[in-house]
Structure formats: C-alpha cells, structure tokens
C-alpha cells in the first residue's frame, strides 16, 4: 500500500517537473523542400501570449496641418532634430515619446523645471541622439526593417531603459591566483538560451570590427589573413553561443535561417537568413556610432560592470518574434522618424 505522504511526493514531484516541458499540442509549419527536416515547431500556449503581447497602441490622432504654418525650429529656441515638424506635429511627437519612453514620469523625464530648450537631463541628450538613430534605422537600413520600419516603442515599450539591453561582461568571479578562469563559460546564461557556452557573444559580434561567425573553415588548410578559412574551437562555441541567442531572441528554431544539414550553405538556407545577415550589419553599426558613444552622456549608474554603454542586440526590438509587433507599423502614423519620403 502506497503511504499518503509517498502519494504526496508523487503529486508534489510531478507538479514540479511539468514545468520542464512543454505540453501538446505543438504547431509546426513547413519552412524549406520537402522531406529535409525544414519545420518551425512552435507552442501555442507560449507563442499566442507573447503575440497578445505585441499588438501596437492606438496612434495619437494627428493633427491637420495648417498651410505657411510656422515650423518648430522657427518657434522653438533649441531644436536640432525634429525643426521641420509643423508646431502641432511636434507637440503630437512629444506626447507620443512621452508614453513610449516615460509614461510615468511624463514630460519631466527629459525636461525639468519648464524650462523646455534647456539640456540639462542626460535623458533629453540621449534621447536626441535616440532620434536620429530611430531615423538612421528606417532610412539606412531598409535592407533588414523593410518598410515596416521602427519607433521608439519597438525597443521601450513603455520602458524609460528598454527590457533587453546588454554590456560587455567578464563572466562570474573566479578564485584569484592561477586558477582557472571561467572566460565566461560554464554557467547558464539567459542571453544565450540557458547554455553555459560563453554568456557574452555580443561584444565579439554585435560591435565594432564583429569577429567573422565561422564554424566550417572552407580549405583543408587554413589561409593566414582571410577569416573564410580560418575557425577554431572557440570560434565555433562563440557563432553557436551568438545563434542560440538570435533563434531565441526571434521566438524561432535553427531551421528558421538554415537548413540544417549544411549550416554553412547559403543556397540552401531560407530567405530570413540574408535579412538576418543584415541584421548583424545593423546591430554591429549601431552599437558603434550611436550606443557606445553615448557612454560620457550617461550617469556612472546607467553604465555596464566593465563601464561601457548599455547597447542593442536582437532581443532589444524583436522581444521573441520573428518580425517586431508581428510586422505592424507605424511609420504611416508618425512619418517623421522616416523622413525624405
Ligand atoms: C524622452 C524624452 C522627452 C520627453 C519625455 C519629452 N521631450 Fe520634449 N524634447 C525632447 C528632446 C530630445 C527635444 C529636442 C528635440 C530636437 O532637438 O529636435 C525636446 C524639445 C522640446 C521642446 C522644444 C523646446 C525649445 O524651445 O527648444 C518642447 C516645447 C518640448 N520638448 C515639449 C515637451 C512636452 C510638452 C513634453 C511632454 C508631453 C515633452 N517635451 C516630453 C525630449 C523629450
Ligand atoms: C534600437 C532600439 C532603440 C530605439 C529604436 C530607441 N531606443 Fe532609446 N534606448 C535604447 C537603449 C539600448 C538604451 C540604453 C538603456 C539604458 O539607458 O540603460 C536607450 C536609452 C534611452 C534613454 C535613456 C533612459 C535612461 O533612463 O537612462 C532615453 C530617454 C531614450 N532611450 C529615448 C528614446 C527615444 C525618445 C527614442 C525614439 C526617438 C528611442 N529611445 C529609440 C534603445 C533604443
Ligand atoms: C535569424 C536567423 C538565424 C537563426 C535563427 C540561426 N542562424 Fe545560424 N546563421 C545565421 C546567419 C545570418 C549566419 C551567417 C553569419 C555571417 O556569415 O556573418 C549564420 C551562421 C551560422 C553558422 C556558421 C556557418 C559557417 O559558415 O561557419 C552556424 C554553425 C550556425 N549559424 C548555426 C546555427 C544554429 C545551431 C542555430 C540554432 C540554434 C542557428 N544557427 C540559428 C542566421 C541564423
Ligand atoms: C532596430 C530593431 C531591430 C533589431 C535590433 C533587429 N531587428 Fe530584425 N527586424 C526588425 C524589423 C522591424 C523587422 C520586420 C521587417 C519587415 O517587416 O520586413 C525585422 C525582421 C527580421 C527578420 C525577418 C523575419 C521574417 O519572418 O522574414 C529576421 C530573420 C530578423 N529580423 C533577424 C534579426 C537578427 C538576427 C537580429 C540581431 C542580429 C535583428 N533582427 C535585430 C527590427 C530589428
């Protein structure tokens, strides 16, 4: 006979192991050529709440324009950026940053005492520097947002510092001395899908000169200066540490960008894979030109253990899907962070 507290255990251990895995019913979809393993595998009960998650508010309703208006920078003493704006579009842009970076704190997060034209807050200074990125992503870089595009909110989302940020790390704290260091492997790390291969795949690949993402030399022997036939252990730990974050920071599964059975093919791999590529190119630049050169802007608080900036990697706008809001956007609604069209 089995006693209640043995019962209890069973109950109580189930309880605790469901939360392992994943229960049926799984979706999965065709994604490449018949019969070569092409599918992407999703769970409802994980994807439709995140999809729940990422419908876009209602616009701020605009505002007619009025013809020979006079513009922003005519009426205002310090506007560097958005001085093409009619006066009632650029206070429709102010209340629409407001509620995507701070909507807590309001106009005071960026502007304080009143005094609208002063710089005197870090946050009105980055938030500058925020927009002409914002423009730069949507005129530049068509090549991976399409015409879809983003806003402030694609990374904030309400948030004044975005959910998915990352800085440079080191690892955890080892023993001093000759001991062994961790070189940041060896614990789970939640940036790269709970592996414990190296936790920071980001400074190696997502800033400036990004190291080239190779696992498969393409010689028998390898070629000094020429990164194609070159690869190493290590390198190849750090491309699977960085893919496991890109599949994880899309929502999606290897099969998604490859074709599994050549990782390396391009001809072989779907079209997601090339705008993928584009993406890297986008994150890497701006990392470099607008993120870390902000880092002298930001309070000692805002800055990484290691003093760097805190910057962008996929997670920052795709937040678990494979395109941001499930590739809505907004550009129509607030044309200026697209200008010249
Ligand atoms: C997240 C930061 C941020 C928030 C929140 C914000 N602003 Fe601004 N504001 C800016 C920036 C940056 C500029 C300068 C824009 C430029 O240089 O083109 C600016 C400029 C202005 C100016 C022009 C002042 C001058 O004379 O140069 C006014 C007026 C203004 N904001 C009003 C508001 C109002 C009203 C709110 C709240 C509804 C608000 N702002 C919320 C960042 C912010
Ligand atoms: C590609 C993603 C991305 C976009 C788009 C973006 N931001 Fe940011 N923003 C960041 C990151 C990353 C940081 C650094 C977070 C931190 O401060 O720790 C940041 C920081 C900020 C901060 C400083 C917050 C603080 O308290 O330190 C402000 C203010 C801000 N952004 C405003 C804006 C505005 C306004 C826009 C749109 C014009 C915008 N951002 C668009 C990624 C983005
Ligand atoms: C969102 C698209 C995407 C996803 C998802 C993705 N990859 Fe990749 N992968 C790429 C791109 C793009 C490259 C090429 C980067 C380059 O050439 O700079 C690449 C390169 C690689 C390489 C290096 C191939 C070589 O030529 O040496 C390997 C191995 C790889 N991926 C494995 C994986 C694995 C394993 C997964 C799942 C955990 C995965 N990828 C998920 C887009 C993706
Ligand atoms: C600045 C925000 C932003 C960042 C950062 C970003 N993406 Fe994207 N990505 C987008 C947008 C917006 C789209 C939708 C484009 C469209 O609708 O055509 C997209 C689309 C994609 C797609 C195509 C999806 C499909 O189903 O066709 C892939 C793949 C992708 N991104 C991979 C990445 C990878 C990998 C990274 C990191 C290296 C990354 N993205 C970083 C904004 C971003």
């Known amino acids: 006979m089995i006693k209640p507290m043995r019962i209890g255990l069973i109950v109580l251990s189930a309880a605790v192991l469901q939360a392992c895995w994943e229960a049926p019913p799984m979706d999965s979809e065709q994604s490449g050529f018949r019969g070569t393993g092409m599918l992407q595998t999703t769970n409802p009960d994980v994807v439709d709440p995140i999809l729940a998650d990422n419908v876009l508010p209602e616009p701020i309703a605009a505002v007619p324009v009025v013809e020979g208006g006079p513009t922003a920078g005519q009426i205002y003493q310090n506007v560097q950026v958005l001085g093409d704006l009619s006066v009632a579009e650029f206070a429709r842009t102010m209340a629409a940053i407001t509620a995507w970076v701070s909507p807590e704190q309001g106009c005071a997060y960026c502007h304080e005492g009143g005094n609208f034209a002063e710089d005197k807050l870090y946050t009105k200074m980055v938030s500058r520097r925020m927009m002409e990125m914002t423009m730069e992503i949507n005129t ?123 990782f390396t093919s391009w001809e072989q791999s779907p079209p997601a894979r090339v705008t993928a590529w584009h993406g890297l190119q986008m994150v890497s630049s701006l990392n470099d030109e607008y993120l870390e050169p902000l880092g002298p802007t930001y309070p000692p608080h805002r800055l990484g253990p290691l003093g760097d900036a805190p910057k962008t990697n996929c997670t920052t706008c795709h937040q678990n899907v494979n395109k941001p809001f499930a590739g809505a956007s907004m550009l129509d609604d607030y044309p200026i962070w697209r200008p010249d069209e």
């Not at 080191?170 to 789970?188: E, L, M, R, V, W």
């Not at 200066?225 to 929502?251: I, K, P, V, W």
């Open 140 to 262: 530049q870089w068509s090549s991976h947002v399409g015409d879809t595009g983003v806003t402030c909110l694609t990374c904030h989302r309400g948030n004044n510092v975005p959910e998915y940020i990352w800085f440079e790390q080191d690892g955890p704290p080892t023993a001093g001395g000759i001991s062994a260091k961790g070189y940041q492997q060896n614990h789970a790390a939640m940036n790269v899908g709970s592996t414990s291969m190296l936790s920071d795949p980001f400074s190696k690949y997502l800033t400036t000169d990004p190291a080239p993402i190779r696992v498969i030399s393409q010689t028998a022997l390898p070629q000094a200066g020429d990164a194609r036939h070159m690869s190493s252990t290590q390198a190849t730990e750090n491309t699977y540490s960085l893919m496991f974050h890109m599949s994880e920071g899309l929502g999606v599964n290897c099969t998604y960008c490859h074709n599994t059975r050549a």
